[in-house]
């Protein structure tokens, strides 16, 4: 069987360096950022997090408004499964606010 392929979007946030300035969300044209409602992060600071990852599209408004470049943003040619695999692989890349293209 072929496997459906669609341009998706992927993101990774440095958790500990944002400030939960709500931008991002406020940026988002999925609505899918939102700030931790108690957890904090290593500076105190309730942080940002996808809620629906899987709609993200990668368009890098979240990233463009965000003060401290704390989130990469990626663009993927994956299906739903390889993507939560690419996520997870691009997690422990050290890239910060910038937008890579991974085909
Ligand atoms: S890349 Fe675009 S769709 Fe994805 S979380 Fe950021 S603002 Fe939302
Ligand atoms: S814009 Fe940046 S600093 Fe502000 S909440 Fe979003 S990720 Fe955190």
């Not at 965000?66 to 040619?77: G, H, L, M």
């Not at 994956?78 to 910060?96: F, H, M």
């Amino acid at each position: 069987m072929k496997t459906m392929f669609k341009k998706r979007g992927a993101i990774v946030i440095d958790k500990d360096r944002c400030k939960g300035c709500g931008l991002c969300s406020a940026a988002c044209p999925m609505n899918i950022m939102s700030r931790t409602k108690t957890e904090v992060n290593a500076k105190g600071y309730l942080y940002s997090y996808q809620t629906q990852p899987e709609l993200c599209v990668g368009c890098a408004c979240c990233a463009t408004v965000c003060p401290d470049s704390c989130i990469s943003v990626y663009k993927v040619n994956s299906s739903v499964e390889e993507l939560a695999s690419a996520v997870t692989q691009l997690a422990k890349i050290k890239l910060r606010g910038r937008t890579t293209f991974v085909r």
